[in-house]
């Protein structure tokens, strides 16, 4: 799911950007339980204040919101919007502050296009039309004015669409420059999910259309005035969905996507006859599960403990009707993916018929939206839900350069101390002159989760099929774990694309596409999760730390990985399933 581009020229995230927050007294109205999506959505996280003093501080600052992070009363992490510095050291003298902050998944970079990647997009109707030109675009001073006007209520909203809505948006206020006169001519451009029915390109004044697949559509009216000077610009829109959990699909799964390269290479032939992860629950932290996907619905979680659509909290872990997870971008009992990298994600580690560890069990837990990001605070809710679930194994396909928050450090030792193995894509390098992006050594950077020295943290790097460094994978001899399988669509060495990408399941979708390909280190990490679920089914005595170095000495060494991970190893499933065995005699 990787991607490169530039920055964005003009660009807003949803219509209703324009409005922001209203004014409110009601303090129900001021408790925020969605996660925020914008930058004027972003408070402060407050660490070591006491319940009282958040309770008497909302009570006295009716212009602040608040958004809880951890319900625990003795010890809560909450969040506090629309408060400057100051005032929160007045009320919280003895707390921690920070401001909270977007992270992305690993592999989630889709910038939005310029005016040049625009005129050059092989769109299949540009060849064929003589309305409107995109290869012929000039970029001089005296561009045209490319406006666009929503028309449809429903673009005003800040809430995501539903999958069926239909869009009206219009481009009469788009003009000419006054210099150069005349008609203009326009055109609409859709980047739609894959899956998706919408056309690329239409032409017209009005743009008309029903979004039909969960995603992000990027659309853009470009016009073209009579000299060919273009100008456009650029909308997101979100559609998402809370479709139930359905039952396990009744269905003959298709073999043949367990003839994928990497997969022999791993040796789950071998491995799957000692273990197929069998009594583990792998917590699966992303932008959701399509959990009605037939290759995953058969492993998802069930919270036994809690009676389905009876509105109790059964269990007391603060939500009601958690049976299969929780979406904490919505605050709903649905962790439905609309993004597609938390299914992909999902189908690698644990999904049937080619997953790694095809018996554990998904615990889908929804933490980033469609657009790719998602926030620490959103990050924080989640991981502490995982480690109540009692989660064996959390993937982690997220993080970035940036220093390890002290609280952050705290969360995953409690990790540590209930024996939960955290996995954590390694990234995917930094922009390069080439156009792409290049793995970088990340001993000397703050980089966090993957970069946190905790023995229960198991960084993964990726591996092309071709058994080297994936050319965007970050690495580094102290900080980064193990290697394995994260496919790579493009050969430095030979400039030129080839077939390398892994196939995972994929979203809901208008044309039933049940897989879809992609690369990165977030798909090298579900891979080592669902190694490292094969491992804790074989020997469950092992705790987090006996289970990542038992990792990092599986697989056969190799002179490309030496000095580049710690292990210098290609973890390997069938290695590390055979040294697990032999564990459980040591152990005895």
């Not at 959505?41 to 212009?63: I, Q, Y």
């Not at 979100?238 to 479709?243: A, D, I, R």
């Not at 998802?300 to 904490?328: A, C, M, Q, Y």
């Amino acid at each position: 799911m990787m991607s490169t581009g530039i920055k964005p020229v003009m660009v807003s995230f949803f219509w209703a950007v324009v409005f922001g927050f209203t004014a409110c007294t009601n303090n129900s109205e001021r408790i925020v339980e969605t996660a925020p999506t914008l930058n004027e959505d972003l408070g402060h996280l407050v660490f070591g204040a006491t319940e009282d003093e958040k309770n008497l501080f909302f009570s006295n600052n009716t212009s602040i919101k608040l958004r809880d992070i951890s319900s625990d009363k003795e010890h809560p992490i909450f969040e506090v919007i629309n408060s400057d510095t100051e005032t929160l050291r007045d009320n919280f003298p003895n707390a921690r502050f920070i401001k909270n902050e977007f992270l992305q998944f690993a592999d989630i970079k889709k910038p939005t296009l310029n005016l040049s990647q625009l005129s050059n997009l092989d769109l299949k109707l540009t060849s064929n039309t003589e309305l409107f030109d995109l290869k012929s675009c000039l970029d001089d001073s005296l561009k045209p004015i490319a406006k666009m006007t929503p028309v449809s209520a429903n673009l005003f909203s800040r809430t995501p669409l539903e999958i069926g809505a239909k869009i009206q948006i219009s481009s009469q206020q788009s003009q000419p420059h006054a210099f150069v006169g005349g008609a203009i001519k326009k055109a609409w451009i859709i980047q739609a999910p894959q899956g998706s029915n919408v056309p690329e390109i239409t032409f017209g004044n009005n743009l008309d259309v029903a979004l039909d697949t969960m995603g992000l559509y990027q659309v853009y009216l470009l016009v073209q005035d009579k000299k060919r000077n273009c100008q456009f610009e650029t909308i997101n829109i979100s559609v998402t969905g809370n479709t139930p959990f359905l039952g396990v699909a009744n269905l003959n799964l298709d073999t043949s996507i367990s003839n994928q390269p990497y997969l022999q290479k791993l040796g789950l032939n071998k491995a799957h006859l000692t273990s197929k992860g069998e009594g583990v629950l792998l917590a699966i932290v992303d932008s959701g599960v399509n959990y009605n996907n037939p290759y995953l619905s058969e492993n998802i979680f069930i919270n036994t403990n809690e009676i389905p659509d009876n509105g109790i909290d059964d269990d007391s872990n603060g939500l009601i009707d958690d049976v299969h997870g929780w979406d904490f971008v919505y605050n709903d009992k649905f962790p439905y993916d609309d993004l597609g990298h938390g299914s992909h994600v999902a189908g690698l580690a644990a999904g049937k018929v080619f997953g790694v560890a095809p018996n554990a069990k998904i615990l889908p837990i929804k933490a980033g939206s469609n657009s790719g990001t998602l926030d620490l605070g959103t990050v924080f809710k989640a991981v502490i839900y995982a480690l109540k679930m009692n989660a064996d194994v959390i993937n982690l396909s997220l993080g970035g350069e940036r220093p390890a928050l002290r609280e952050e450090l705290e969360l995953y030792k409690k990790a540590l101390n209930k024996n939960t193995l955290i996995v954590a894509a390694a990234g995917n390098g930094e922009p390069s002159p080439l156009g792409i992006f290049l793995g970088v050594d990340i001993d000397d950077k703050s980089y966090s989760p993957a970069g946190i020295n905790l023995e229960n943290i198991l960084s993964v790097a990726a591996l092309s099929n071709n058994n080297e460094l994936a050319y965007y994978s970050n690495f580094g001899r102290q900080k980064i774990n193990v290697a394995t399988y994260g496919g790579e669509d493009f050969n430095l060495v030979l400039g030129r694309p080839y077939d390398g990408q892994l196939f995972s399941t994929y979203i809901e979708n208008a044309k039933g596409e049940l897989f879809f390909g992609a690369q990165g280190t977030s798909m090298a990490a579900p891979v080592a999760a669902g190694i490292s679920c094969l491992v804790r089914s074989v020997n469950p005595n092992l705790s987090a730390g006996q289970t990542t170095r038992l990792l990092e000495t599986a697989g056969p060494l190799t002179n490309s990985l030496r000095g580049k991970i710690k292990s210098g190893r290609i973890l390997t499933a069938d290695d590390a399933v055979e040294k697990a065995l032999k564990s459980i005699q040591l152990l005895n």
